[in-house]
């Protein structure tokens, strides 16, 4: 019942902004960790941002002063805000979280993924 709505993907140019977001729906308990991966053509997904409980974050260097990672007062709700975006950020984004979620008898934790948003960074 769970789900990571992703939203914000599109086309732009070499030194333009976009704003992806995520949001998890369903009986969610709490959430431990939100975040994005990315996935170009011909290479393995790899770690965007990412944001815990505690507020601390984590960027992969390639993205370190550029992008920006955010969540809302709920924290079901996560932003890639991208900046200064270049040919090599072109990929299929996908929203990741780490969730507790509230069953008939059991709160269970789990990760889960969406299903990708397209960036196409082109002149």
């Known amino acids: 019942q769970v789900q990571l709505l992703e939203s914000g993907g599109g086309l732009v140019q070499p030194g333009g902004s976009l704003r992806l977001s995520c949001t998890a729906s369903?009986?969610?308990?709490?959430?431990?960790?939100m975040g994005w991966y990315r996935q170009g053509p011909g290479k393995e997904r790899e770690l965007v941002a990412r944001?815990?409980?505690?507020?601390?974050?984590d960027y992969g260097d390639s993205v370190k002063g550029r992008f920006t990672i955010a969540t809302d007062s709920t924290k079901s709700t996560v932003y890639l805000q991208m900046n200064s975006l270049k040919p090599e950020d072109t990929a299929v984004y996908y929203c990741?979280?780490?969730?507790?979620?509230?069953?008939?008898?059991?709160?269970?934790?789990?990760?889960?993924w969406g299903q990708g948003t397209q960036v196409t960074v082109s002149s």
């Open positions: 369903g009986s969610i308990f709490s959430v431990h960790t």
């Open positions: 990741n979280a780490y969730l507790v979620v509230h069953t008939r008898y059991t709160d269970r934790g789990n990760e889960y």
């Open positions: 944001i815990f409980s505690a507020g601390n974050t």
